[in-house]
């Protein structure tokens, strides 16, 4: 079996009284897309955001990447590390066009300088597809679509191990979402280890390898993907009961 | 009739240029920060007695002066960014509390200088001496320099904030602060970085000034009350549209003081201010919410 890049042991995450992650253990092995999924509040950004550090870290257990232990690392050297994520944000930098986006990242978190930050900046918007001509407008004006191929392409700049995706289908439409799966198929065919937070269920079954359901912040179930859905549990807690 | 009216316009011209220094510097702290700094006139004001000193107390000549001058304006700037500015990011009143801040500074430094320099009136001689005619309107040299320099300082903030790693860091960094630190910028030192460049700004419109205008405590006041005029007309988040602003309050302000006369201009650009804000809230060149 491949060694886990990303795991987890029994981390949890508390304010006051709401415990929002509680004694969460999962792995992610190199090369997979690892899909989590979850009703709204049952911790998913949560779990990205104490695995990053952004805006905060644990309150109990550990996170380990690459071989290291990270849960007490500062945010910005996680990701350096290689384990870079997106937001839920409409735009990252909602003044800045994706040329200045890109270089901005490339070269905080990508240690370039110069001509080699702009080519990398470049070769990161192809992969992703992103138009050409539209490589000058605001974030801002760009349609929903480019800001997700943006956010992806800006966390990609640096060549993470693993893409940590908060919900990029939301907000698209059907075709986009097609677009999206392709996109997603194509970066982990390229090596690109993927974590996916999402709610469009057909998206998540499309492309991950294995699935993890929370529920008030703990696991539901986890596995493959068509197996986890048919659990009780999970068409209880997260289809509602209608499926059977 | 003319010649008064082409008179007036050249002197809107010198005092858009100032304005223009002013606001944009103001524009800096703004959108990198979301403070509006109301310590930037005193630190013209620091600027211009330390050149002062520099160049005719100690006899050190007037660019090294200057010089002196824009560099303690930095300095003094950092200093306010960190004990008066820095301890409250993050902080969900942090406007509200900065603003009282940032006055603290203001009446601090205008009392230290009172107690420091006296109350006695001071100047720092011309930059350049003369004076140039433009379309029959005759001002200093030292005044045309002035509007020739706005226009340079103005781009060169333009490109540095467009084209170089830290400049487009700082706009990074005021968009969304939370990405900024993950790719690893350094934020606090991004903070400094903007208020630094805005009190150097101040610090070298307030040196330039200091030939211009007699250099007394309370000398960046007023110039602070019209750059708050323009960046309420131009909208604080654009560089472009703070400059633009400035340039035609400068104009107005001219104008005014030729047709209503001196005593009723700041009542006639207030009110145009109110005007303004009524309809226009985020500023003439502002976009609409």
Redesign the interface.
Known sequence: MTEPVLHTRSVSKSFGGLQAVKDVSFEVREGEIFGIAGPNGSGKSTLFNIMTGIPFGVTSGEVHFDGQRVDRWAPHRIAQAGLCRTFQKDAEYPDLDANETLLVSATYNGGLRGAEATRRANAVLDQVEFDRSRRCVLSRELSVYEKKQLMIASAMVSQPKVLMLDEPASGLTKPEIARLDALLVDLNRAGLTILLIEHVLSLLLSVSQRLMVLNYGEILAQGDPTAVVKEPAVIEAYLGGRRK | MIDTLIATLVSGLVLGSLYALMASGLSVVWTTLGVFNFSHGALMMVSAFVAWTVSEALGLGLLVGIAAGTLSAALVGIIIERLLVRPFYGDRNMLLITVMTTLAAMIILEKSALIIWGARLKQLPRLIEGEISIFGATISAHEALLVALAPLLLIAIWQFT?RS?VG??L??VG??Q????????DVSKAFAIAFGLSAALAGLTGALLGSIRFITPTMGSEPLVKAMIVVIFGGL?SLGATAGAAYVIGIIEALLILWLGLYWTPFALFLLMIVVLVFRPNGIFGGRE
């Open positions: 467009v790693t487009r860091s706009r990074a968009q969304n939370e990405s900024a630190s993950l790719i690893g910028i988040g």
